[in-house]
């Protein structure tokens, strides 16, 4: 996750956002799309140099993308706030039960010991922003085109800024393997309010990724539902790779329990007592989730912590309402 600092109506905090680093090539410029969707091309041959630039040791070397969310927290601050914007409920390839499991303890955090889908569909997200290699999490989601991982937008956007480079997605990372290949993005997709204003509440990204040995993404490791205008307030399946202490980075990591509002800092965010570090951004959460199973409904992604305050034990994550449901439409077309 990445780190922030921001100056609150309760004071002064820090937000810590869950990604890692590293170097890309270059994409064409981003176009605006619906007015509320920013989007990037990435070449046949950036999408060829992407596949040879992350060695096992880049993956290794990819630092935390703390600085990446800095200012969009000082920014939020500041800002009046204001809803996110909601339509009608709608489930794709998922269901949208969010019920508390009967007789079902919470956890605040460790590694994932089970099975299931889940292990295939999150995996490790590596890119270049600025110059310097970054990894985060994410998940392959339901789509049209069978080939999408959703992520967070600090993850594939300086918010505001440029788009990263290289960008690459391991399902199913362990420990330097990549059990189903290297999927290396050919679009990138964001918010406008991210994009623009690296605005917190709606720090949600998705990745159109290319084949790997000859198979679509959903093909090789199967892929999430996904759904957005939920209920709010849902017991909530949270999922990550984190890499600071007292994680790794190299292993699946997970927590879950009932998000809440965030009463602190001023964003439109839910969060959830977890205790992932820098390396979880952009990996998936979860409502109706199945442990048998390892399916469930996508409904937001690890975005940041508070390193100070009340609510500093939880990671927060973005609703996923209108705006983001029209990034969605556009990048699974």
């Known amino acids: 996750m990445i780190r922030r600092t921001i100056a609150s109506a309760v004071g002064l905090g820090a937000l810590v956002a869950a990604g890692l680093a590293g170097q890309a090539t270059a994409t064409a410029a981003p176009s605006s799309a619906s007015g509320v969707v920013e989007r990037t091309t990435v070449s046949a041959a950036a999408q060829d140099r992407t596949e040879s630039y992350w060695t096992p040791e880049r993956m290794r070397r990819a630092q935390d993308a703390d600085v990446l969310v800095r200012d969009a927290a000082r920014r939020k601050a500041a800002a009046p706030e204001r809803a996110v914007a909601k339509g009608e409920p ?16 919470d956890l605040d955090g460790g590694l994932y010991t089970g099975g299931g889908t889940v292990v295939r569909t999150t995996g490790k997200v590596f890119f270049t922003l600025g110059g310097s290699d970054y990894v985060c999490s994410g998940s392959s989601t339901q789509a049209a085109n069978e080939s999408l991982v959703q992520t967070a937008g600090h993850c ?42 690296g605005d917190l509440d709606y720090d949600v990204g998705y990745a159109v990724v290319g084949p790997s040995g000859g198979r679509t993404l959903a093909d090789a490791v199967g892929a999430q539902g996904v759904g957005f205008n939920l209920a709010r307030g849902a017991y909530t399946y949270a999922f990550g790779y984190p890499a600071a202490a007292p994680y790794d980075g190299e292993e699946l ?31 998936p959460w979860f409502s109706g989730y ?28 973005p609703y996923l309402g209108s705006v983001v449901q029209a990034v969605y439409q556009q990048a699974q077309g």
């Open 90 to 105: 709608t489930v794709v390839g998922g269901r949208a039960a969010a019920a508390r499991p009967k007789q079902h303890a």
């Open 290 to 317: 199945d442990e048998a199973s390892g399916l469930g409904t996508l409904t937001s992604v690890n975005s940041f912590k508070y390193n100070l305050g009340p609510q500093s034990d939880r990671m927060f994550g």
């Open 156 to 197: 594939l956007n300086e918010g505001p800024g440029d788009f990263a480079t290289n960008f690459t997605f391991v399902p199913a990372y362990d420990r330097g393997a990549a059990p189903y290949g290297q999927f290396a993005a050919t679009e990138l997709l964001t918010t406008t309010q991210w994009a623009d204003q």
């Open 253 to 283: 990591a997970w927590c879950h329990g009932t998000v809440a509002q965030d009463t602190y800092g001023g964003s439109q965010d839910q969060g959830l007592v977890c205790d992932m570090t820098g390396g979880s951004s952009g990996g």
